[in-house]
């Protein structure tokens, strides 16, 4: 069993849902990087998502595409990401959110034998369709690594089916249609997503885009295994960057969001 499985399995067996906090890589520098992963692990991260820097994050909002902006002035490359998550030696899962440019240019094949080996558990592809992943998703499953495809509330029954067919560790759902980024009120789409996807997989199921407090994770809850919190802890992070405390500010929040 793979250690995003145990990881959901552990849960389901205590009763509990799932938090998946999101940080993008080298912001604000790679240093940090190592420690706020060790710190989302302390404050009881379920899997946690590190976002690769990319020049073109079509699918991110305002905060995360200036937290790849950030990143990538310091010049570094897949190498030392891999080797920040390493130095980490996390107990839990950890699953690269990427772009697919990034990715190939390092090589599939190369990044799935050094990710593996480094401690990453899975990836996402954001621009990948599940139609067009098929050699991709077949040599991180080669390298023991879980391939995970978004949904949003416009898929198809079709779509659905076919993710459910070839999605592993998790399906990440998209609470609404558009970029990430946080918002007041969750939408009732992200509910009947869930069920939807109930209906075709017994995967576990996160929900993600939007998610900023701890009354939203809580909601979340009820009908999902995970909630993803992301451009709230992105946007503290910009906002204590070169403060001495960030990282214990990070985790304080994070430790709000699923204790309130």
Known sequence: MSRIAEAFARLKREGRRGFIPFITAGDPDLQTTGKLLIELQSAGATVIELGVPFSDPMADGPVIQRASERALKHGFGMREILDVVADAKLEVPVVLFSYFNPLLRYGIERLSR???????????ITD???????????????NDLEMIFLVAPTSTEARLSMV??????????????GVTGAQHEMSRDAAQLVSRLRQVSELPVAVGFGISTAAQVAEVSRYADAAVVGSAIVALIEEFSGEKDIVERVGA????????
């Not at 050094?114 to 996402?124: F, K």
């Not at 990948?128 to 080669?142: D, F, I, K, M, Y």
């Not at 459910?164 to 609470?175: D, H, L, P, T």
């Open 114 to 124: 050094e990710a593996r080996a480094s401690g990453v558990d899975g990836v996402l």
């Open 164 to 177: 459910a067919r070839r999605a592993s560790g998790f399906i990440y759902a998209v609470s609404r249609a």
């Open 128 to 142: 990948l369709s599940p139609e067009e992943a098929g050699e991709v998703a077949a040599t991180l499953r080669a």
């Open 253 to 260: 929040f994070a430790r709000k969001l699923i204790s309130d």
